[in-house]
């Protein structure tokens, strides 16, 4: 037996927590026993390894092995143990996020991150991924309303571009595990959007 795995990715900025929440009615309502994560962190290694990645200045390199050390714990006593049981799994933001800002963002070898994603997962992959896709000037709008900028959320637009495109890169890779939505959208618009992805698949 084995649960669902769906993951939320995008820029900083485009909106997806308020959705994740409405995913999680959504699939109990429908009886689904849920487990909602996020990364960096799930765990209390990972948890500890997301606040020096947020707040400590460093290379490209030391991100990607840094949040996919957290991930290696994360998979192995968090993500696997609950689809094993046949719980479904949310997670916000996953390797996806890993290609789009170690990737994009910094320039980090793509198949540099494939081993690691290979070594790290072992073969495991999201069945659904939710890739809020946004202009990453609206995104930065909203940041500046919302919060405090982090050590990432301070990058420039370009950054974000480059994280966008990155993203885009990965969902055509895998068409048919991604499912874009316009995060341009009102927040009733994106609501429908992910409850109608959804639906579609019978969930
Ligand atoms: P969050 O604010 O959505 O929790 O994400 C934390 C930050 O970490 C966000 O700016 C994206 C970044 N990040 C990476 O750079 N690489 C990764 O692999 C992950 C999971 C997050």
Request: hydrophobic letters at 40%; charged letters at 30%; proline letters at 3%.
């Amino acid at each position: 037996m084995s649960g669902r795995f769906i993951t939320f990715e995008g820029i900083d900025g485009a909106g997806k927590s308020t959705h994740i929440e409405r995913v999680a009615r959504h699939l109990r309502q429908g009886g689904a026993e849920l487990v909602q994560t996020r990364e960096p962190g799930g765990t209390p290694l990972a948890e500890s390894l997301r606040e020096l990645f947020l707040h400590r200045d460093m290379d490209g390199l030391t991100e990607a092995l840094l949040v996919f050390a957290a991930r290696r714990d994360h998979v192995r006593n968090v993500i696997a143990p609950a689809l094993a049981q046949g719980h479904t799994v949310l997670c916000d933001r996953f390797t996806d996020a890993s290609f789009a800002y170690q990737g994009g963002g910094r320039g980090m070898d793509w198949q540099v991150l494939g081993t690691l994603e290979r070594w790290v997962q072992e073969g495991r992959e999201p069945d659904l991924t939710f890739w809020f896709d946004v202009d990453p000037a609206v995104a930065a709008q909203r940041r500046a309303q919302a919060r405090d900028a982090d050590r990432l959320e301070q990058l420039d637009l370009a950054f974000f571009e480059r994280v966008r495109d990155a993203y885009r890169r990965r969902a055509e890779g895998s068409p048919t595990r991604f499912v874009r939505i316009d995060a341009g959208d009102t927040i009733e618009g994106v609501g429908a959007q992910v409850i109608a992805a959804l639906e579609q698949r019978g969930w």
